[in-house]
Nanobody
Framework: EVRLLESGGGLVQPGGSLMLSCTAS????????MGWFRQAPGKEREVVAS?????????YAKSVKDRVAILQSSNSPNTLRLRIDNLRVEDTGIYYC?????????????????WGQGNQVTVSS
């Protein structure tokens, strides 16, 4: 059974940074795609960043592109870490890790098969 274990998030002040981590387990081979999505209250789920586990970012949300860093390791290809700097109130939402064994690894939630439980991120002073 594939599982995605997420950590990080919580309450952060505007202008601060956060780090989210996700590790996928249960795969017999390394999944091709891993990504982070988020969902704000009353809004649709949107991509934050989607990546190839072998390296490379496939898509970024425009609202975070200049503030986000994706951390991947060839030693731990099933782990994906996301750092967002200069947080804004509009970054508030539930952040989900997602993975897919194959596919386009694009910014569409429909391209992903497995999802984490979601971590709440609240940006507020």
């Amino acid at each position: 059974e594939v599982r995605l274990l997420e950590s990080g998030g919580g309450l952060v002040q505007p202008g601060g940074s956060l780090m989210l981590s996700c590790t996928a387990s249960g795969y017999t081979t390394t999944p091709l795609c891993m990504g982070w999505f988020r969902q704000a209250p009353g809004k649709e789920r949107e991509v934050v960043a989607s990546t190839y586990t072998r390296g490379g970012v496939r898509a970024y949300a425009k609202s975070v592109k200049d503030r986000v860093a994706i951390l991947q390791s060839s030693n731990s290809p099933n782990t994906l870490r996301l750092r967002i700097d200069n947080l804004r109130v509009e970054d508030t939402g539930i952040y989900y890790c997602a993975s897919a064994p194959t596919g386009l690894c694009d910014g569409s939630a429909h391209s992903y098969t497995y999802w984490g439980q979601g971590n709440q991120v609240t940006v507020s002073s």
